[in-house]
């Protein structure tokens, strides 16, 4: 009974080292001052989580985008398909842009931004700029098919635009009202026929609106469009959405929601621009919030597709681009509702493919290129790296010191207790 209990007393028996639990230079307080300067060191940062909600929405989005491209050549014979079409347009691609305005928040301009922005805008750009008019002339028979890369070829255009917006972030992040300094630039646009079609800036000018809304949002913006209230809503705006799209097709320009064109390109008056751009700004806004609101925010199966949504969209065009120039969208039975569904079954299957993780395995040397040797290396991260290494080899050195001076002290102490 009393080993059991002596098992619960602390011993106050006297061992050589008792004072080394009080003596701040005795081998304890030495491990507990390395203890202290290892607390003093910068934790290393852990990986930062994706959030579910957004890698859905970006794979939801990029999936009507492309059934948006696949509608377009059978759109002509069905006017119920043309009112979808036209609805999925108001919102698909401001959704988008949204999304990655509000992830290009952090951009400043420093090196490792810039060198991100080149390898995964630009080049992408001028590579899928070549490879679409070189497809062309081979698909198609196309010899006399350019390669210019001033004017975008079908769905490079966003790329370009991705690439001015992220350069303009740090002027959107200190003007004191940017939302209704974008809006003004994209209504100027809309009545500004002599900008014309080099980098498509009439797209860049007007959807600019979009990417600087997104830079001005929070967390919690997209927390307030998620709830119960709003997603309920949302079926009816969308329902009227869709009524009014089927209304409005023999009676609008299904061009003004592609923003590429100035008002008296469309054949309307230019103060027709200006309105067309707000009204359809609101309209884009509404329903990109509907959209959201219905975005799970919990993992999907095909949340991990939302990673790759750059993939989808830029390989996406030449599935499209095939059956286009194949004249697979000629046939009959492709017109009626059973094959309009059937092909948009089949689209969504498509893209959903292109953003699985062994097609981006395949596809990253030209989408996501880390093109290491073409940059210098950047003189402000070496001095830290440099100045870290010097902090860790001052702090080494000093940890030996002061273990030499603690086992002498020890060496002396064991002497004396010796004789």
């Given amino acids: 009974m009393f080993h059991a209990a002596s098992s619960l007393v602390p011993s106050t028996r006297s061992s050589p080292n008792q004072n080394d639990q009080h003596d701040p230079n005795g081998p304890k307080g030495r491990r507990d001052r390395s203890r202290d300067r290892s607390a003093e060191r910068p934790a290393p940062r852990p990986p930062a989580r994706r959030d579910a909600f957004f890698d859905n929405a970006k794979y939801l989005a990029i999936v009507l985008v492309a059934v948006g491209h696949a509608w377009e050549p059978l759109k002509g014979d069905s006017r119920a398909l043309q009112a979808a079409y036209m609805f999925v347009y108001t919102f698909h691609m401001p959704a988008f842009i949204v999304i990655s305005g509000f992830f290009s928040r952090s951009f400043d301009g420093s090196p490792a931004k810039l ?188 949340t991990v597709l939302g990673a790759g949504t750059l993939y989808g969209y830029l390989l996406h065009g030449f599935l499209i681009k095939t059956a286009d120039y194949r004249g697979w969208f000629a046939h009959p039975s492709l017109h009626r509702p059973l094959g309009e569904i059937a092909v948009t079954v089949a689209v969504a299957l498509a893209v959903t493919l292109l953003c699985t993780p062994p097609v981006r395995r395949v596809f990253r040397f030209v989408v996501e290129p880390k093109l290491e040797w073409a940059f210098k290396p950047d003189a402000g991260l070496l001095a830290r790296e440099r100045e870290q290494g010097e902090g860790r080899e001052r702090l080494e050195k000093d940890e030996g010191r002061e273990e030499s001076r603690g086992r002498a002290g020890d060496e002396k102490v064991a002497g004396g207790v010796g004789g």
């Fill in 115 to 302: 060198k991100r922005l080149i390898t995964g805008v630009a080049v992408p750009y001028v590579v899928f700029e070549t490879a679409y008019p070189v497809f062309r002339r081979h698909i198609d028979h196309n010899p006399a098919q350019e390669i210019s890369l001033l004017d975008p070829w079908y769905l490079t255009w966003f790329l370009v635009a991705l690439f001015v917006w992220r350069l303009t972030t740090p002027v959107w992040k200190v003007v004191r009202h940017p939302l209704p300094l974008a809006l003004g630039l994209a209504m100027l646009a809309t009545v500004t026929p002599s900008i014309g079609d080099d980098l498509d800036l009439q797209r860049v000018l007007q959807f600019l609106p979009f990417f600087v809304l997104g830079l001005c949002l929070e967390p919690e913006h997209f927390r307030l469009v998620r709830r119960r209230a709003v997603r309920i809503a949302a079926a009816p705006v969308f329902a009227f959405a869709l009524a009014f799209a089927y209304w409005a097709v023999p009676r609008m320009n299904v061009s003004w929601l592609y923003h590429r064109d100035s008002a008296q390109e469309l054949g309307a008056p230019w103060w027709a621009g200006p309105l067309m751009q707000l009204a359809l700004f609101g309209c884009s806004l509404l329903l990109t919030a509907c959209f959201l609101s219905w975005v799970p925010g919990r993992t999907m199966w095909f």
